[in-house]
């Protein structure tokens, strides 16, 4: 079955290091995103790509950054981790531009000691 | 910010319909709404959306009212794995994404 997977799971880090977080999806699809959720809020957008080479900003993109050089994936790397980034990170894909029925991986945990 | 307005909490009893509320007076004309549900930490799942029209698929239905100021979730026979957060999300037309607001938390007590 077709799927998306997030790794790490669970990581803790040190301030000042760099972190990527995985994000892998097998339904071929276009779209591709990136989300935090911190306790008790909704989901705020970090970053998105609508395809290869194709990537753009959320609201909260300040220390986070992303490439997009196949369809299947979409790394999330933070280049100096600060203990505000520390959060539930969640992957999400969906098929096409117009849809706003996003799949979304289980989500990777990040503390930032 | 969130372009909606949801109850923070609500109970229901197992077996009974779930009826979620969502008000979201400033929607444009070609804004969707969009629910999702997140149980536990797991990551969000797709419910339903609708523009117009009342939807109903076999997981709940979506009742729009006219104005399209506000509209209801419908979980017709509640179980207690219906127990989750319930989010009501309008998408922005122009860049097509979803605005997450904080959600309604629906306990469902046997």
């Known amino acids: 079955d077709a799927e998306i997977t997030q790794s790490p799971r669970h990581k803790i880090t040190e301030t000042g290091r760099q972190v990527t977080l995985a994000c892998h999806q097998t339904w071929n699809h276009n779209n591709m995103f990136w989300y935090r959720q911190d306790l008790g809020h909704g989901l705020r957008l970090i970053h998105y790509s609508y395809g290869v080479q194709d990537t753009n900003k959320g609201e909260v993109s300040d220390g986070y950054s992303v490439s997009r050089s196949n369809t299947e994936d979409l790394p999330l790397t933070l280049e100096s981790a600060a203990s505000s980034q520390t959060s539930v990170y969640f992957c999400?894909?969906?098929?096409?531009?117009?849809?706003?029925?996003?799949?979304f991986g289980e989500g990777s945990r990040l503390t930032v000691l | 910010d969130a372009k909606t307005t949801q109850p923070p909490s609500m109970d229901c009893a197992e077996g009974r319909a779930a009826n979620l509320p969502c008000n979201h007076s400033t929607i444009s004309g070609n804004e969707y709404v969009y629910w999702y549900r997140q149980i536990h930490s797991q990551g969000p799942q797709y419910i339903i959306h609708g523009l117009k029209n009342n939807e109903t698929n076999e997981m709940a239905s979506l009742i729009i009212t006219e104005d399209r100021k506000s509209s209801t979730l419908i979980l017709p026979h509640a179980t207690l794995r219906d127990t989750a957060v319930y989010y009501c999300?309008?998408?922005?037309?122009?860049?097509?994404?979803?605005?997450w607001g904080a959600g309604t938390k629906l306990i469902i007590k046997p």
């Open positions: 999400a894909s969906s098929p096409g531009v117009g849809t706003g029925e996003l799949f």
């Open positions: 999300i309008v998408r922005v037309h122009s860049n097509y994404q979803l605005i």
